[in-house]
Nanobody
Framework: QVQLAESGGGLAQAGGSLRLSCAASGSTFIINAINWYRQGPGKQRELVASITRSGSTNYADSVKERFTISRDNAKNTVYLQMNSLKPEDTAVYYC?????????WGQGTQVTVSS
C-alpha cells in the first residue's frame, strides 16, 4: 500500500508564492507518476500537474509558467512550487497516484489566495 500526505498550504496574497509537499510512504517503489489536483469552491476537481519517476512533467494550461512540479525520489516527496498566485488558485490541493488497480489520494491541503 501507499499513503500520501500533503503539507505546505496556507494563505498567500495575489502575486505571492507557496510550496506544497506530498510525502509518500509505504510501498513507494511501485509509484510511477504522482499528480497534483485541486478543487476550488463550487468547482470540479481538476488536474494541475503531473510528474513521472523519470521526471517528465505535464501542466494544466492555467498554471503553466507559474507552477513547477518536481520530485526527490530519495525522499519520496513531490513538490509543487506555486508562484504568481492568483485568487482563482484558491482550492484544496490533493496529491494522487495510481498503482495497479488502486487510486490513492492524500487528505488535501488548503490554499487561499487573497486579492
Amino acid at each position: 500500500q501507499v499513503q500520501l500526505a500533503e503539507s505546505g498550504g496556507g494563505l498567500a496574497q495575489a502575486g505571492g508564492s507557496l510550496r506544497l509537499s506530498c510525502a509518500a510512504s509505504g510501498s513507494t517503489f511501485i509509484i510511477n507518476a504522482i499528480n497534483w489536483y485541486r478543487q476550488g469552491p463550487g468547482k470540479q476537481r481538476e488536474l494541475v500537474a503531473s510528474i513521472t519517476r523519470s521526471g517528465s512533467t505535464n501542466y494544466a494550461d492555467s498554471v503553466k509558467e507559474r507552477f513547477t512540479i518536481s520530485r526527490d525520489n530519495a525522499k519520496n516527496t513531490v513538490y509543487l512550487q506555486m508562484n504568481s498566485l492568483k485568487p482563482e488558485d484558491t482550492a484544496v490541493y490533493y496529491c494522487h497516484t495510481v498503482y495497479g488497480s488502486r487510486s490513492q489520494w492524500g487528505q488535501g491541503t488548503q490554499v487561499t489566495v487573497s486579492s
